[in-house]
């Protein structure tokens, strides 16, 4: 039985009442990832429920050794949503007034861009508005953090490194887009370490097996207790006797993803340290089983 520990992230989110715009002569999406535009007018956003869109939009990320928002937000009137502003890629527009036949929650894709995420909002009055966003709160970070994840992965698509590829589909039968710029720091028959390596920055994507135990398997304890035994034998520190670990001091997230084709995969996510040394960052793990028969 393979097990592999990815650093990819591959989440199906189920919403409603979602539409997709064909993409033919739309220009591509404006911003950086991560970048977001709530269009709503001055009077609304300074309610309760403007207040909780913003609060649930700028929310920080699990697993940094700092606070970072989700998105990168900003709040515009209408007057102001330009046909530059529509290009945007992540786009919420907040309609609120008795003139609104239709309350509710409408997910768009690619409406005025390629790829682009956009959300309308639609209520009567700030307190309809509250209870939608309320009820509605997961799937709106899922539909955004999942159209992030098709444009990074669409990105990858054409912009592979394919050596990389190649190798991790003859070492563990799986195929994986590696971004261009990673360069291959360690390969073992159980095992690889690639990385992309700058000035400011390192960013390591490592892929490896460990054994299947049947129950427990995917146990939390069991999962962070090999993947410490396997950076301790593989990834050395910069100094003699040093070696990657998990930093167990940092609360770990643990999460069961169930996809379409895949109930077996769970995500860690937490901070890594170098043992011995003066390093450390987060990282994302994910532990898949590749074969059909649990053994």
Not at 25 to 42: C, F, L, R, T
Not at 88 to 110: A, D, L, P, S
Not at 124 to 151: C, H, I, P, W, Y
Not at 207 to 228: A, P, T, W
Request: proline share 4%; charged share 25%.
């Amino acid at each position: 039985m393979k097990q592999l520990a990815y650093l990819l992230l591959i989440v199906s989110i189920i919403t409603t009442s979602c539409k997709t715009q064909p993409n033919s002569h739309k220009p591509n999406p404006s911003g950086n990832a991560g970048v977001m535009i709530i269009v709503m007018n001055d009077a609304v956003k300074k309610t309760e429920a403007g207040k909780k869109l913003w609060d649930i939009m700028v929310q920080p990320m699990i697993g940094l050794p700092q606070e970072e928002p989700m998105f990168d937000v900003s709040v515009i009137p209408h007057r102001s949503l330009s046909d530059f502003m529509k290009t945007y890629r992540n786009i919420v527009v907040v309609e609120v007034g008795q003139e609104v036949q239709k309350e509710g929650i409408f997910f768009h894709k690619g409406t005025w861009a390629k790829q682009q995420a956009l959300v309308r909002i639609y209520a009567k009055d700030a307190a309809s508005m509250k209870q939608l966003v309320d009820d509605n709160e997961l799937k709106l970070v899922g539909f955004f953090t999942k159209a992030e994840r098709e444009r990074l992965s669409h990105y990858f698509k054409t912009t592979f490194n394919k050596d990389l590829k190649d190798k991790v589909a003859n070492t563990f039968g799986v195929s994986m887009n590696i971004p261009r710029d990673f360069s291959l720091r360690k390969e073992e028959a159980d095992f690889i370490w690639m990385s992309q390596e700058t000035n400011s920055s390192s960013l390591g994507l490592m892929i490896y097996e460990i054994d299947y135990v049947g129950e427990g398997s995917f146990s939390k304890e069991y999962l962070l207790n090999q993947r410490d035994k396997t950076m301790m034998k593989k990834v050395p520190g910069p100094s003699e006797g040093s070696y990657m670990t998990t930093e167990h001091q940092f609360p770990i997230n643990y999460q069961v993803i169930k996809t379409p084709t895949d109930t077996n995969t769970v995500m860690l996510r937490g901070l890594w340290k170098v043992q011995g040394d003066m390093m450390g960052g987060p990282f994302i793990a994910w532990h898949i089983i590749t074969s059909n028969e649990i053994r």
